[in-house]
């Protein structure tokens, strides 16, 4: 005959010990925060205390990296007095938003060829990832090449199609054709990786909301406009996001395509150079980490708008 629970403590039986609630806050949350510290140790020192020190380092006046006196706002005020930096603010955000635009459709495009799931698109994914493995100071180089006026392949590809007026035409005597050139290396270096991981996407929207939607009768653009897109949104806000900045980011190619950097006559420079001739080229290094700083709030604040929107449409 069985006791009961009552009777087994009335009867003096061996009761199992209950862990300690302090025992158990620290298993819930000591040991994992215990195991990650090092972890947030290596990001604080990495990333966190540059960017303290390029905020600090703004509202001083430094040379050699080397904090002078505190001058307050006076770096950020004479940066928005600046014409160059005006210029420089507004060209790289049209540079921005034409090559997001590009590289997105380009790549949604290319994701659609692969998504067909033949053996052959296999290869042809393999191939896609070659721009995204070459360095960006090489694949700047190999575009300055295609883009030369005597002996470059643009102009007599150009030319062989009927438009004599690119016979020796030199693409970066002007900053708007400067521009064009540039954009189409980066944005040729940044499809890869955008086109893979709409591939990625896109087949993770197959299933039976696509085929039930085929059985009602649904052609291609309906699908991929009503149902496949709409189910990549989250993906899509991250690739966007990821885009911008990569475009914000842009310096090889312009360091390398232009000469001087950012010529002709200042009309190709964007933040990124901007900062860079501000820091070791004039010295001035409080003045350039105002501009790495207004930079970096521009991207926070763009990346905030899209989680925002993002958010909205769900």
Same mark, same amino acid.
Request: net charge positive; charged share 10%.
């Given at each position: 005959?069985?006791?009961?629970?009552?009777?087994?403590?009335?009867?003096?039986?061996?009761?199992?010990?209950?862990?300690?609630?302090?025992?158990?806050?620290?298993?819930?949350?000591?040991?994992?925060?215990?195991?990650?510290?090092?972890?947030?140790?290596?990001?604080?020192?990495?990333?966190?205390?540059?960017?303290?020190?390029?905020?600090?380092?703004?509202?001083?006046?430094?040379?050699?990296?080397?904090?002078?006196?505190?001058?307050?706002?006076?770096?950020?005020?004479?940066?928005?007095?600046?014409?160059?930096?005006?210029?420089?603010?507004?060209?790289?955000?049209?540079?921005?938003?034409?090559?997001?635009?590009?590289?997105?459709?380009?790549?949604?495009?290319?994701?659609?060829?692969?998504?067909?799931?033949?053996?052959?698109?296999?290869?042809?994914?393999?191939?896609?990832?070659?721009?995204?493995?070459?360095?960006?100071?090489?694949?700047?180089?190999?575009?300055?090449?295609?883009?030369?006026?005597?002996?470059?392949?643009?102009?007599?590809?150009?030319?062989?199609?009927?438009? /004599? *007026?690119?016979?020796?035409? &030199?693409?970066?005597?002007?900053? %708007?054709?400067? !521009?064009?050139? +540039? #954009?189409?290396?980066? =944005?040729?270096?940044?499809?890869?990786?955008?086109?893979?991981?709409?591939?990625?996407?896109?087949?993770?929207?197959?299933?039976?909301?696509?085929?039930?939607?085929?059985?009602?009768?649904?052609?291609?653009?309906?699908?991929?406009?009503?149902?496949?897109?709409?189910?990549?949104?989250?993906?899509?806000?991250?690739?966007?996001?990821?885009?911008?900045?990569?475009?914000?980011?842009?310096?090889?190619?312009?360091?390398?395509?232009?000469?001087?950097?950012?010529?002709?006559?200042?009309?190709?420079?964007?933040?990124?150079?901007?900062?860079?001739?501000?820091?070791?080229?004039?010295? /001035? *290094?409080?003045?350039?980490? &105002?501009?790495?700083?207004?930079? %970096?709030?521009? !991207?926070?604040? +763009? #990346?905030?708008?899209? =989680?925002?929107?993002?958010?909205?449409?769900?």
């Amino acid at each position: 005959m069985t006791l009961t629970a009552q009777e087994n403590r009335r009867a003096g039986a061996p009761q199992r010990a209950r862990p300690p609630r302090r025992s158990l806050r620290l298993d819930r949350f000591g040991l994992p925060s215990l195991l990650l510290a090092p972890l947030l140790a290596v990001v604080v020192g990495v990333v966190g205390y540059p960017i303290v020190r390029t905020i600090w380092l703004s509202f001083h006046e430094g040379e050699y990296l080397i904090s002078g006196p505190f001058n307050g706002l006076d770096n950020y005020t004479a940066l928005f007095a600046d014409p160059y930096f005006v210029a420089a603010l507004i060209r790289t955000t049209l540079f921005a938003v034409v090559c997001v635009c590009c590289t997105l459709l380009i790549s949604l495009a290319v994701a659609l060829v692969l998504d067909v799931g033949s053996w052959l698109t296999r290869i042809v994914t393999v191939i896609v990832l070659l721009p995204w493995a070459m360095p960006r100071v090489a694949s700047g180089i190999v575009w300055k090449w295609i883009f030369n006026d005597q002996y470059g392949i643009a102009n007599w590809l150009l030319v062989s199609l009927g438009f /004599d *007026q690119f016979q020796g035409y &030199a693409w970066f005597n002007s900053g %708007f054709s400067s !521009l064009v050139a +540039i #954009t189409i290396a980066v =944005v040729w270096h940044s499809v890869p990786f955008i086109a893979i991981s709409m591939l990625a996407g896109l087949r993770a929207t197959r299933g039976e909301v696509l085929e039930a939607a085929r059985v009602d009768g649904a052609n291609f653009m309906q699908l991929l406009l009503r149902i496949r897109l709409p189910m990549m949104k989250p993906l899509l806000t991250i690739l966007g996001v990821m885009s911008t900045i990569f475009a914000y980011q842009s310096f090889d190619h312009f360091l390398v395509m232009t000469t001087p950097p950012g010529g002709p006559s200042h009309s190709t420079e964007v933040l990124s150079l901007l900062t860079w001739l501000q820091a070791f080229t004039v010295l /001035d *290094q409080g003045a350039a980490a &105002a501009m790495a700083v207004v930079t %970096f709030v521009l !991207l926070a604040g +763009i #990346t905030a708008v899209y =989680v925002r929107l993002s958010k909205e449409d769900k």
